[in-house]
């Protein structure tokens, strides 16, 4: 087997109409240049038309509740595939809550690759609900 000092560059396909370059070194070591990371600012427009749109004209029931978090979550999913984050498993957390005046804390921990993965979240209100809505983004190699 010949011995090649450098190293060499091919382009791959990522998308349909993207590109991504991995260099190949001598030693067997490769490495790809990914697109860059989950846009949060895109992601954060996607989830507050999602809001507005399916909450504004919402009461708080808590029969209703569930079924409309799981319809919410939906949305916003089917929403930011459509903006192309096709390489990137989605996570949406949606959580919706009587609008009574009180304060309300949320947290979450992800173990993930900091240079691609990422999440954006928002909130929305009205006098009688608020919800809370975050979606992660993880890129799946």
Same mark, same amino acid.
């Given at each position: 087997?010949?011995?090649?000092?450098?190293?060499?560059?091919?382009?791959?396909?990522?998308?349909?109409?993207?590109?991504?370059?991995?260099?190949?070194?001598?030693?067997?070591?490769?490495?790809?240049? =990914?697109?860059? *990371? =989950?846009?949060? !600012?895109?992601?954060?427009?996607?989830?507050?038309?999602? =809001?507005? #749109?399916?909450?504004?004209?919402?009461?708080?029931?808590?029969?209703?509740?569930?079924?409309?978090?799981?319809?919410?979550?939906?949305?916003?999913?089917?929403?930011?595939?459509?903006?192309?984050?096709?390489?990137?498993?989605?996570?949406?957390?949606?959580?919706? !809550?009587?609008? *009574?005046?009180?304060?309300?804390?949320?947290?979450? *921990?992800?173990?993930?690759?900091?240079?691609?993965?990422?999440? #954006?979240?928002?909130?929305?209100?009205?006098?009688?609900?608020?919800?809370?809505?975050?979606?992660? !983004?993880?890129?799946?190699?």
């Amino acid at each position: 087997m010949p011995n090649y000092d450098g190293q060499f560059t091919i382009m791959m396909p990522y998308t349909s109409n993207e590109m991504i370059r991995c260099d190949i070194h001598c030693n067997g070591v490769w490495s790809c240049c =990914l697109p860059g *990371r =989950l846009k949060a !600012g895109v992601v954060k427009e996607c989830i507050q038309q999602v =809001l507005k #749109a399916e909450l504004a004209s919402k009461q708080y029931d808590p029969e209703e509740v569930p079924s409309l978090t799981r319809s919410v979550s939906d949305s916003i999913k089917d929403k930011v595939k459509e903006v192309g984050f096709d390489r990137y498993k989605l996570v949406v957390q949606v959580v919706i !809550g009587e609008q *009574r005046g009180e304060g309300v804390k949320m947290a979450a *921990r992800c173990f993930w690759d900091a240079d691609t993965d990422s999440y #954006a979240q928002d909130i929305y209100m009205n006098d009688s609900l608020f919800c809370v809505a975050a979606v992660f !983004g993880c890129f799946h190699y």
